[in-house]
């Protein structure tokens, strides 16, 4: 495993997958995994060699590269394509929060500055910023702005993920090779 | 019509398994070489949906939004004493008013955008993973360096326009502008 602690999101991830899943995927989050390791580098000679050694070494490779694409690649595409909603992607939810947070902190942040200048000349004003334009009009737009965002994102995987599995399909018809 | 048979096959040509072994070869070295640096990579797509990444870089783009606002503020303060505007005038209270306001908004945007960039750049991370294992040419990625020098040109420009939107402060910038010029000119030609 990588190293880093209990805090290391990749570990949080991969504690929280299935042992069937865990078992499929480890070496995606092994960074030390090395799927060529083992490929011979030699065309075996003389009487055990088989009648056509090179086309073997070269099946051989060919394996070893199909088994490194289903283990450190695949599992990424199928966590990117379960990533994708019928309306945008899974991390939505997520980015309204962060636009909310931000654009809360940053207006109590600003009332609070306002209210200390003011308070040094002897003044007050209204801080609330529960009733502020600026505020509600910069959550709207901030909120707008993370939903298109999500939308576009959605686009840019689906066209992503359809160039590549229209060269997979292309590959399996022989119209492609690696 | 009979060629007889039986023979043995031929044999492979030389050159042919020179090429497997230099296939091999060549991929040995891509395993020991750059499979270490591709997962390095793929963990670090994965790593940059982690709280850790968004506090960061949104931190580092409101700070930079902040500084922007800020300059200008300290700018305004002596200059509306300067031009003998009491400070307790209602129009020094709604003209500060509004610029901390415009301030609130304009950070809090920055901060959001950062944090929705970093998005972004997740999904291209993975979108790159899986563009890799295709055997595709990966996008080119902006830097975290190149994001915050767009946060900080995004959080000039918007500071520019909210001051310079302010009707009362507007004359006091064009001639903290037109001093400065001065200032600078009188300095080269001193």
């Known amino acids: 495993m990588c190293s880093g602690g209990s805090e290391n999101p990749y570990e949080r991830v991969f504690s929280q997958l299935n042992t069937g899943v865990q078992n499929e995927v480890r070496p995606m989050f092994d960074e030390s995994y090395n799927p060529y390791e083992n490929i011979p580098m030699n065309v075996p000679r003389g009487r055990g060699a088989g009648k056509r050694p090179a086309d073997d070494l070269f099946a051989q490779l060919i394996r070893a590269q199909t088994r490194d694409y289903?283990?450190?690649?695949?599992?990424?595409?199928?966590?990117?394509?379960?990533?994708?909603?019928?309306?945008?992607?899974?991390?939505?939810?997520?980015?309204?929060?962060?636009?909310?947070?931000?654009?809360?902190?940053?207006?109590?942040?600003?009332?609070?500055?306002?209210?200390?200048?003011?308070?040094?000349?002897g003044l007050t004003g209204n801080t609330?910023?529960?009733?502020?334009?600026?505020?509600?009009?910069?959550?709207?737009?901030?909120?707008?702005?993370?939903i298109?965002?999500?939308?576009?994102?959605?686009?840019?995987?689906?066209?992503?993920?359809?160039?590549?599995?229209?060269?997979?399909?292309a590959r399996t018809k022989g119209m492609g090779g690696y | 019509m009979c060629f007889g048979g039986g023979g043995s096959e031929p044999e492979e040509l030389e050159s042919k398994r020179a090429i497997a072994e230099q296939a091999a070869i060549q991929l040995k070295n891509v395993g020991e070489t750059f499979v270490p640096l591709e997962n390095q990579f793929i963990a670090d797509q994965y790593r940059r949906f982690d709280d850790s990444s968004y506090e960061n870089a949104m931190g580092r783009a409101a700070t930079v939004a902040s500084g922007a606002y800020e300059n200008r503020m300290r700018q305004l303060n002596p200059a509306m004493f300067a031009r003998g505007i009491d400070p307790s005038s209602q129009a020094f209270i709604d003209s500060s008013e509004a610029l901390t306001k415009a301030q609130g908004r304009g950070v809090g945007l920055i901060a959001a955008d950062a944090g929705l960039t970093n998005t972004d750049a997740a999904f291209q991370g993975l979108s790159n993973v899986v563009r890799v294992g295709q055997g595709l040419q990966a996008d080119i990625m902006e830097g975290n360096i190149d994001r915050l020098n767009t946060n900080m040109q995004l959080a000039e420009q918007m500071a520019d326009r909210d001051f310079a939107k302010n009707a009362a402060t507007a004359n006091i910038f064009g001639s903290i502008g037109g001093a400065a010029t001065a200032y600078g000119m009188n300095r080269r030609m001193g």
């Not at chain 1, 609330?128 to 993370?146: C, E, K, M, R, W």
């Not at chain 1, 298109?148 to 399909?169: C, K, Q, Y």
């Open chain 1, 128 to 146: 609330d910023i529960g009733q502020d334009n600026t505020y509600i009009s910069s959550l709207v737009g901030g909120f707008n702005d993370a």
């Open chain 1, 70 to 121: 289903m283990t450190r690649f695949a599992p990424v595409e199928r966590d990117l394509t379960g990533m994708i909603t019928r309306t945008g992607t899974t991390s939505l939810p997520d980015d309204l929060m962060r636009t909310g947070d931000a654009i809360t902190t940053a207006a109590e942040n600003a009332a609070g500055q306002q209210r200390r200048r003011l308070e040094r000349f």
């Open chain 1, 148 to 169: 298109d965002r999500d939308r576009d994102r959605r686009s840019a995987l689906i066209g992503g993920v359809g160039n590549v599995s229209s060269t997979s399909r």
